[in-house]
């Protein structure tokens, strides 16, 4: 069985500075110390962001190879080691499968075995839900904005325009003549084969499936 201490700083200037480097390490130190497990191995993060994944990071990608069965890992505070609830839900229960122990000092102790490992589970689960909510919205909204702008949404590009370097969408002349004509022949009662069969002749490489999206739009 290994013991493990994981801490990080977001900024370079608190790398280089190491206060509070030091300040995760004496407080790893002491607790495991406390706890009776073996003096830890350190993986330092420096200078890297939050934002990322643990299994991101290059320290973290360390600690995660090198865990085994038994295993303790130990972190001063829960946003020192996970950049949000979903990253923590997946990763404790990772950890948990493994049958590695979770130690966050913040949180009292094992979250991924102990007594208060159910407790840390419904919490995390409960935010970890309303991030997973939070960030569909933010892309609908995103979304909504690029449509309203008359932004390209991603995808394959839209038969009638060019997509320009900002993601904006410019008429193809040709194209949208294309497109009247689709609506012309179907307004005259053609079929979308020989709609289809028609723009080919014309030049156009569009699908019958094409052809229909433009008829309902």
């Known amino acids: 069985m290994a013991t493990y201490g994981y801490v990080r700083v977001s900024t370079q200037r608190q790398a280089d500075e190491g206060e509070s480097l030091a300040v995760q390490r004496r407080q790893i130190e ?5 706890i009776g497990v073996e003096a830890p191995k350190f993986f330092i993060e420096e200078g890297v962001s939050g ?12 600690l995660l ?34 049958g590695v122990s979770l130690h966050l000092i913040d949180l009292s102790g ?3 075995g102990n007594g208060i490992s159910k407790l840390f589970f419904t919490i995390i689960s409960a935010v970890a839900e309303a991030e997973r909510d939070r960030i569909v919205q933010r892309i609908l909204d995103v979304k909504r904005d690029q449509k309203r702008r008359g932004r390209h949404l991603g995808g394959k590009r839209p038969f009638g325009f060019h997509i320009q370097d900002d993601g904006s969408l410019i ?17 005259e009662g053609a079929s979308l084969r020989t709609i289809q069969a028609a723009l080919q002749a014309d030049g156009h490489k569009v699908s019958h499936v094409t052809v229909n999206r433009i008829i309902k739009q």
């Open 51 to 62: 934002t990322k994944p643990l299994s991101d990071r290059p320290a973290g990608q360390e």
């Open 110 to 112: 094992d979250v991924a």
């Open 171 to 187: 008429e193809d002349q040709r194209e949208q003549a294309a497109i009247g004509k689709i609506k012309a022949m179907k307004a």
């Open 65 to 98: 190879a090198a865990l085994q069965p038994g295993d303790v890992i130990v972190c001063a505070t829960l946003d020192r080691m996970f950049r949000s609830a979903l990253d923590a839900l997946t990763m404790v229960k990772a950890f948990k499968e493994k």
């Open 30 to 34: 002491g607790y495991a110390t406390m």
